[in-house]
C-alpha cells in the first residue's frame, strides 16, 4: 500500500505535515542504520533567509529516493550540501557514516555527482574523457573494463572513440555514468538527470538507475518530473519552500501512484 503524507492548503495543516514527517522519520531510526545518506534537521540559510528547514530522510543501500519540487524549493541547495559546498546551519549530514563537514574527502571519493548537463571535455572522445578523469583520481583501469562499462551502460561501441561533442546529451549522461562505476562509487547523487532528454533516453536512463540501484548502490535523485519520479524511485519526497512536507513510498513489485503525487505537487505550487 502506497504510503502519502496529505499535503493540504492551510498553514495549520502544514505544521500538521511537518509533525507527520518528523514521526515518521522517529519510525525509520531503525533503518537508519543501514542508512547511507542520512540527513538529519537540516536547516541552511543565508543571510537569514531560511533556504530549507528542518529536512529528515534517508536513503538505503540499493533505494533510489527521489527528492521532488518546483524551482526554488531547494533541491539542488540539498545536494550541494551533501557535496560540502554548504555548511548547514542547523543538523547534519551524513554519507557512509561520516559527517560530510568533518570528511569531505572520503564523502567526495564515495560519491558520483551528476549534474543536469555533464561537464565533459568536447574536443576528447568518451575513452579520452574517462582516462583522464580516473587519472585525476589516481584510478588505473584496463581497456577492457572501460570498454565493460560503455557496454553496461548502453553506450553504442562506434561513439567510443568520437568526440564528445558529436554526442546527443544522453550519451555524454551514459558517459557520465560509465566513469562513476569505473570510479566505484557507491553513492550517486542525480540533479535533474533526465531534463532534455527524449522519451527513449529516459526510458534507457531510468532502467540504468534501477539497475545500478540492483547492484547495491545508493541513489538520491532531485527532479520536478513527477512521472519520472514516479517511474523510478521507490521513494519520494515532496519538497515545498525548503520543507518536507510529504512522502511517498513505493508498493512491493509497484510503482508509486503518478496521480496521487502530482495532485500532491500541485497544490499552492509545489
Known amino acids: ?3 502519502h503524507v496529505p499535503v493540504n492548503n492551510t498553514s495549520n495543516n502544514d505544521s500538521t505535515i511537518a509533525k507527520q514527517s518528523n514521526a515518521q522519520k522517529n519510525d525509520n531510526n531503525s533503518a537508519t542504520q543501514k542508512a547511507i545518506i542520512e540527513v538529519d534537521s537540516l536547516s541552511f540559510s543565508i543571510k537569514n533567509n531560511a533556504i530549507l528547514k528542518n ?14 519540487g518546483g524551482n526554488g524549493a531547494g533541491k539542488s541547495t540539498t545536494l550541494k550540501t551533501l557535496l560540502g559546498f554548504n555548511k548547514p546551519t542547523q543538523g547534519s549530514v551524513k554519507v557512509a557514516g561520516k559527517e560530510v563537514s568533518k ?3 572520503f564523502v567526495r571519493t564515495k560519491t558520483a555527482y551528476l549534474p543536469e548537463s555533464a561537464t565533459l571535455y568536447p574536443h576528447l572522445t568518451a575513452r579520452e574523457n574517462v582516462e583522464y578523469f580516473l587519472s585525476l583520481a589516481d584510478i588505473n583501469k584496463t581497456d577492457e573494463q572501460i570498454n565493460a562499462a560503455f557496454n553496461r551502460v548502453a553506450l553504442q561501441e562506434g ?3 568520437r568526440p564528445m561533442q558529436t554526442y546527443s546529451k544522453g550519451m555524454r549522461q551514459k558517459t557520465a555514468i560509465a566513469l562513476a562505476i569505473l ?4 553513492i550517486f547523487l542525480l540533479d535533474e538527470p533526465t531534463s532534455g532528454l527524449d522519451p527513449v533516453a529516459i526510458d534507457e536512463f ?10 547495491g548502490a545508493s541513489i538520491l535523485m532531485v527532479t520536478h518530473d513527477v512521472y ?5 524511485a521507490n521513494r519520494i519526497g515532496l519538497l515545498r519552500a525548503g520543507e518536507l512536507v510529504g512522502e511517498f513510498d513505493a508498493p512491493e513489485n509497484g510503482r508509486i501512484d503518478t496521480e496521487q503525487v502530482h495532485a500532491a505537487f500541485a497544490q499552492r505550487g509545489a
Open 159 to 161: 561513439a567510443w572513440e
Open 228 to 232: 519520472g519520479a514516479c517511474q523510478v
Open 1 to 3: 500500500m502506497t504510503t
Open 55 to 68: 529536512l529528515n530522510f534517508n536513503v538505503g543501500s540499493g533505494e533510489i529516493y527521489a527528492l521532488l
Open 103 to 105: 570528511a569531505l574527502d
Open 206 to 215: 531510468n532502467q540504468l538507475v534501477r539497475e545500478l540501484a540492483l547492484a
Open 183 to 186: 570510479r566505484e562509487a557507491p
